[in-house]
Nanobody, 128 residues
Framework: QVQLVESGGGLVQAGGSLRLSCAAS????????MGWFRQAPGKEREFVAY????????YYADSVKGRFTISRDNAENTVYLQMNSLKPEDTADYFC?????????????????????WGQGTQVTVSS
């Protein structure tokens, strides 16, 4: 089992940047595929980014491709989401998620039900 704690959210102007962090408990962080999702008020939770166990495979939602970068440091048990060129439509609660399964429904684990563990979320607000 793993516990996830996000941090780094806040209020930023459009065009600005934020770096989200997700710290994981335990000594087996490298066993987990990791994802970032977001949920805006009144909307469903949506996939943002995925990174595999070793960090050499990443995948992004079209809406953030070229602006967001997911990375991980397995020695520090942490996954990051660097968000640049932020837009008001990026405003949402951001959640990190972990999945230890070797195989899942989609190769890049783009669906929320493919993840076993979730953090409590961190709020990102982008003002225009």
């Amino acid at each position: 089992q793993v516990q996830l704690v996000e941090s780094g959210g806040g209020l930023v102007q459009a065009g600005g940047s934020l770096r989200l962090s997700c710290a994981a408990s335990g000594r087996t962080f490298s066993r987990y595929h990791m994802g970032w999702f977001r949920q805006a008020p009144g909307k469903e939770r949506e996939f943002v980014a995925y990174i595999n166990r070793s960090g050499d495979i990443t995948y992004y939602a079209d809406s953030v491709k070229g602006r967001f970068t997911i990375s991980r440091d397995n020695a520090e048990n942490t996954v990051y989401l660097q968000m640049n060129s932020l837009k008001p439509e990026d405003t949402a609660d951001y959640f990190c998620a972990a999945d230890a399964k070797d195989y899942s429904g989609s190769f890049y684990r783009v669906s929320f039900y493919e993840y076993e563990y979730w953090g409590q979320g961190t709020q990102v607000t982008v003002s225009s």
